[in-house]
Nanobody, 123 residues
Framework: VQLQASGGGLVQAGGSLRLSCAAS????????MGWFRQAPGTEREFVAA????????KYADSVKGRFTISRDNVKNTVYLQMNSLKPEDTAVYYC?????????????????WGQGTLVTVSS
């Protein structure tokens, strides 16, 4: 099982980034996926989740209206479009694979994690 996250980088406040997470070695289309983030000195926190079909999504209040999660079940890839970025969005972003079909906030509902991609938003 491998989750390869990419797309992080340095961006100015107000800018946009699109993260990608390519999955292999698992039944991607039958499972929910999530994005989490972790800033230095803090715990990993929920950002967004999407159900196996893509029909249901959930977001943390802090990113609602700015971030969009989506997935392509043909390419086995989940995306996180991040707009109107703020300095407080600076963190390492992780994609995660759930053994279940739905959308979940809790880390405990995810079985596999990508290696993380760093997003830095300058003011």
């Amino acid at each position: 099982v491998q989750l390869q996250a990419s797309g992080g980088g340095l961006v100015q406040a107000g800018g946009s980034l699109r993260l990608s997470c390519a999955a292999s070695g698992l039944t991607f289309s039958r499972n929910g996926m999530g994005w989490f983030r972790q800033a230095p000195g803090t715990e990993r926190e929920f950002v967004a989740a999407i159900s196996s079909s893509g029909g249901d999504t959930k977001y943390a209040d802090s990113v609602k209206g700015r971030f969009t999660i989506s997935r392509d079940n043909v390419k086995n890839t989940v995306y996180l479009q991040m707009n109107s970025l703020k300095p407080e969005d600076t963190a390492v972003y992780y994609c995660a694979f759930s053994p279940y079909r739905g959308t979940y906030h809790s880390l405990g509902n995810y079985a596999y994690w990508g290696q993380g991609t760093l997003v830095t938003v300058s003011s």
